[in-house]
């Protein structure tokens, strides 16, 4: 179909939208999610890598503590070892040789890693790492101590488990393994090197490791079910529960946002209002349910059309849909707008009483603005929009309405 053309293109909220709502809005994801459980502390593939990213961006401060009580520790431990806990002077030379040499240097590279990389994969290793050599050192003093007649609390290492459990935000199966891991060593280390008998010492341990363990499960289970409910309540209060696309709020904020990057940044942008043709003749003849399936393809296909980081696409109310496309010339705004009217006429949802087709279709009008009235205020933009969009509709429906913005249309 032809257009219709009358003389006169904040960073987007919605930003990536489109990939989302191609294969279903984000609100449904996290809906079936909570409907299915997640007891083996897992989620469906897209969920499971936007939780490890929040994982890892909010676990600074639990891990700065983890690191901080690691120092605290080490350093009370110098302090104490010989006055109050009776440490012969023989083991001093060997016990301050571990902790100066082995557990303080790891501590200070997780704590440089805490404060320069604290969001990388590799302070994750950092925080394992530090797990096996202060396990490490203590069965190693436990060994040497024990020979020489004085007992190390095997017990510091059940401590050190449920500390890495509930502070280190490191995955709790990579943490169950890595227990596993440390916890047979510990046995190795007790039944052949260590002569005095540690029965007790085995027992109060592996309470203490079984503590850890359902702490640490516990930890990550409230914080999967925090993070699912709030990331629910984010997209809710921003999209459409049906078509998943922005919601009018959320539409209004992205065009005030969209609107002072382009006049910062001197960009020009289109806007392009969008109606299905008919839709109330659909809904009275298919019925309100069939009604919002044809809504949630359409929003689909429009979606694909905002792929752009500053590009957005939202619900504006009912059946129509808004459009912005971000440092756009005309004749690409153009060339979308028709693309838009195309891919929704090429889906061929039936619509038996529409009289522009025998599918559903959309009318679309469309206003270009130039970066140098870029200043216009939206409310003008979107008048344009929308005057070309009842122009596009009074032509026959299934087309496109065009204007360029000028002086003539900014308010009196």
Known sequence: MKSSTTDMDSPN????????????????????????GFVRLYFAR????????????????????????????VFSCALIDVPWLGLPYELVGVTRFIQFSVMIPMTLVCLYLCLRRPTSTVMELGMALLFVVISASFLGLRVVYARAGF????????????????????????????????????FMVEAWFVPIDGAYD??????????AVIAGYSSEYTIRA????????????????LTGLLNRHALETALSHAHDYARREHKSYAV?????????????????????VALQQVADAL????????????????????????????????????????????AQ??????????????????????????????????????????????????????????????PV
């Open 151 to 186: 007992e190390l609390p095997l017990e510091l290492i059940g401590v050190a488990a449920v500390a890495m459990l509930c502070l280190s935000r490191i995955r709790f199966w990579l943490q169950l393994a890595l227990l596993a891991f440390v916890m047979t060593k510990v």
């Open 272 to 292: 392009a209002m969008i109606d299905i043709d008919a839709f109330g003749a659909y809904n009275n003849y298919y019925g309100h349910q069939h009604g919002d």
């Open 349 to 410: 949802i039936p619509h038996a009483h529409s009289p522009a087709a025998e599918w559903v279709t959309v009318s679309v009008g469309l206003c270009h603005v130039d970066a140098e009235f870029a200043e216009a205020p939206t409310d003008a933009v979107l008048r344009e929009a929308d005057r070309m969009l009842y122009e596009a509709k009074a032509n026959g429906r299934n087309q496109v309405g065009y204007t360029r913005f000028t002086d003539d249309a900014l």
């Open 226 to 241: 925090t993070w699912l409910n709030a990331s629910l309540l984010r997209y809710t209060s921003r999209l459409d529960r």
């Open 303 to 346: 979606a694909n059309h905002a792929r752009r980081p500053l590009d957005f696409c939202g619900r504006y109310g009912g059946e129509e849909f808004l459009l912005l496309w971000m440092d756009c010339g005309c004749e690409q705004a153009r060339t979308l707008a028709e693309s838009v009217r195309e891919v929704v006429e090429h």
């Open 13 to 36: 909220a919605g930003a990536g939208q489109g990939s989302d709502t191609a294969d279903g809005a984000p609100t449904r994801r996290i809906q079936r999610q909570i409907d299915r």
């Open 46 to 73: 897209p969920l499971e890598h936007d939780f490890h990213d929040y994982l890892r961006h909010s676990s600074r401060l639990s891990r700065a503590s983890l690191i901080f009580l690691s120092l605290i520790g």
């Open 202 to 211: 085995i027992y109060t341990t592996a309470l203490l490791v079984v503590v």
